[in-house]
Nanobody, 122 residues
Framework: QVQLVESGGGLVRAGGSLRLSCVASGRTFSSYTMAWFRQVPGKEREFVAAINWSGGSEYADSVKGRFSISRDKVKNMLYLQMNSLKPEDTAVYYC????????????????WGQGTQVTVSS
């Protein structure tokens, strides 16, 4: 059974930092793009960052320069370092396996984690 499990969310003040982690089990994603998405109640899930098999990364404009995505293929882990957090970053953050970009739009693959809540207070 394939599972993605996120951790590291929490409550932080604006300007603070958090590091999200995602551990994959049941299969390896080393040859695939993995990504982070986030969702606010009542809104569509939105792309945050992605990292491909060779380490190349892409970011949503709203997080460029503040967030950094990385992975450890040996440990089958995905990370999201979030700095200079803003209240508008408040959301449930989801780890995704086999994400793809269609033109300029990122779409999540089949595998999703359960999400971890990030709350940024002003």
């Amino acid at each position: 059974q394939v599972q993605l499990v996120e951790s590291g969310g929490g409550l932080v003040r604006a300007g603070g930092s958090l590091r999200l982690s995602c551990v994959a089990s049941g299969r390896t994603f080393s040859s695939y793009t993995m990504a982070w998405f986030r969702q606010v109640p009542g809104k569509e899930r939105e792309f945050v960052a992605a990292i491909n098999w060779s380490g190349g990364s892409e970011y949503a404009d709203s997080v460029k320069g503040r967030f950094s995505i990385s992975r450890d293929k040996v440990k089958n882990m995905l990370y999201l370092q979030m700095n200079s957090l803003k209240p508008e970053d408040t959301a449930v953050y989801y780890c995704n396996g086999e994400a793809r970009r269609y033109g300029s739009k990122w779409s999540g693959g089949y595998y999703w984690g359960q999400g971890t809540q990030v709350t940024v207070s002003s």
